[in-house]
């Protein structure tokens, strides 16, 4: 069965870092691209970030680039999001998530781990 | 900025009456290639996100037939023929054509009467 699992979540203060991981299997992690997808509390979906499959590739989105960094580990399959100067409006569930290749749909997701931001 | 504009925001449907949600962006989704990169999304209550329909009208694996998808440019339509409990939740549509960024609608959140 294809699953991902994601960790990492929980409070943390302004300014504060927390890495978040997103645990894979049933299928071949080292061919998918990996993505971060976050949901604020009864608001919609925002994409956040991406790597490609070997994760010599990264994006960002303009509201997290210079505080986040995504990153993979094949050998373990495992995808990680290092968040680091968390702000109030970083408050959200975070959703892992996989494409077949840049441009394609999320076709799997994780259930998401909760980081809320407050002091 | 690209901008995906769903309508309604909201809608109460009695069971087995046909729903529509439209979703209009602020530029064309139809790439180079022929392809039209337009997604629907359900995310039910408590769940993660499911993709319903993928590049405009293809209904992705174990989704009911029930589920349809048109459209083209700029301008798109997921439409439900007959509406079902286990429907309800928040639709989005998503757009994948202006890498590195996907885009998603702000979401229509169906509800059963």
């Known amino acids: 069965e294809v699953q991902l699992v994601e960790s990492g979540g929980g409070l943390v203060q302004p300014g504060g870092s927390l890495r978040l991981s997103c645990a894979a299997s049933?299928?071949?992690?080292?061919?998918?691209?990996m993505h971060w997808v976050r949901q604020a509390p009864g608001k919609g979906l925002v994409w956040v970030s991406r790597i490609n499959s070997d994760g010599s590739s990264t994006n960002y989105a303009d509201s997290v680039k210079g505080r986040f960094t995504i990153s993979r580990d094949n050998a373990k399959n495992t995808l990680y999001l290092q968040m680091n100067s968390l702000r109030a409006e970083d408050t959200a569930v975070y959703y892992c998530?996989?494409?077949?290749?840049?441009?394609?749909?999320?076709?799997?997701w994780g259930q998401g781990t909760l980081v809320t931001v407050s002091s | 900025d690209f901008v995906l504009t769903q309508t309604p925001l909201s809608l109460s449907v009695t069971p087995g009456q046909p729903a529509s949600i439209s979703c209009k962006s602020s530029q064309s989704l139809l790439h180079s290639d022929g392809k039209t990169y337009l997604y629907w999304y359900l995310q039910k209550p408590g769940q993660s996100p499911q993709l319903l329909i993928y590049?405009?009208?293809n209904r992705f694996s174990g989704v009911p037939d029930r589920f349809s998808g048109s459209g083209s440019g700029t301008d798109f339509t997921l439409k439900i023929s007959r509406v079902e409990a286990e429907d309800v939740g928040v639709y989005y549509c998503m757009q994948t054509i202006q890498l590195p960024s996907y885009t998603f609608g702000q979401g229509t959140k169906l509800e059963i009467k």
């Open positions: 049933g299928f071949t992690f080292s061919s998918y691209w």
């Open positions: 590049e405009v009208s």
């Open positions: 998530a996989r494409t077949q290749y840049s441009g394609s749909y999320f076709d799997c």
